[in-house]
């Protein structure tokens, strides 16, 4: 957790001095903008928690792959998200996002937390892309996407501050 909490700083840093109109700036049709980023995060640590829930109540499951995690944050590889991941298109402020992100962290801390390291390593779902992952392996990934987006907010910013 200590590594996807340095992660989650970076990103707060990263549009602690934007307003909220920039966050909300929307720099090319069809993409989107760093607030719908963020809700994006929120809405992928929200999924990711409700899954392990669910994967702890299950008695059998399948061994893991091998998928390296890390290959997750590299942004020349594009990557859709599925549409229950995708963002609402609504104004949203960086306090109301930041209380939505800092919740969704909460909810991951606590499972962790409250989840024995021989659950966390044998438990198992399948991600739709990267195969079958561990839940350590589902919170790492929570991390490496999460560092995926600095990126792309960072190259949001270069158009939105110009």
């Keep these: 957790m200590e590594k996807l909490n340095k992660i989650r700083e970076e990103l707060l840093n990263s549009v602690r001095n ?11 049709e069809g993409t989107w903008s760093i607030a ?12 990711v928690v409700r899954l392990i829930g669910h994967a702890l109540q299950q008695e059998e499951f399948e061994a893991p792959g091998n998928f390296p995690l890390h290959v997750v944050a590299d942004r020349t590889k594009k990557i859709s998200a ?17 209380e939505k992100l800092a919740a969704s962290r909460t909810s991951l801390e606590k499972i962790a937390k409250e989840t024995s390291e021989e659950e966390l390593n044998q438990k198992t779902f399948a991600h739709r892309r990267f195969g079958v992952l561990t839940l350590n392996q589902w919170i790492s990934l ?5 560092q995926r987006h ?4 960072e ?4 158009a939105v501050i110009k």
């Design 150 to 153: 600095v990126g792309q907010i």
């Design 82 to 98: 599925p549409d229950f991941l995708n963002p609402a298109t609504n104004y949203a402020s960086l306090d109301k996002l930041q």
């Design 155 to 158: 190259e949001i910013k270069q």
């Design 142 to 146: 929570v991390g490496y996407h999460e």
């Design 18 to 28: 934007l307003t909220d109109n920039q966050l909300n700036k929307i720099v090319e």
């Design 36 to 47: 719908q980023v963020l809700e994006h995060l929120y809405l992928m640590e929200e999924n």
